[in-house]
């Protein structure tokens, strides 16, 4: 029976996003009415998964 061993000496953070330059725009629909998020959104943490809202009624709407 052959055995291996295997040193790890060095982990890397797998990082998620993307880079935004200044002259660049992104848009946001709202997790529960899909209507385009245009102020600053309600985010919730609900389970594993990050959600926005375009306001607290469609974000307390989505929780129930």
Known sequence: MDVEVLIVSNTFKE?????????????IRCDFCHALIVEKPVI???GEGRY?????QCANAFER
Not at 16 to 26: K, M, N
Not at 52 to 56: G, I, K, L
């Open 15 to 27: 990082e998620y996003g993307a880079t935004l330059y200044p002259d660049e725009a992104i848009r």
């Open 44 to 46: 919730r943490e609900i």
């Open 52 to 56: 926005y809202f375009s306001s607290e």
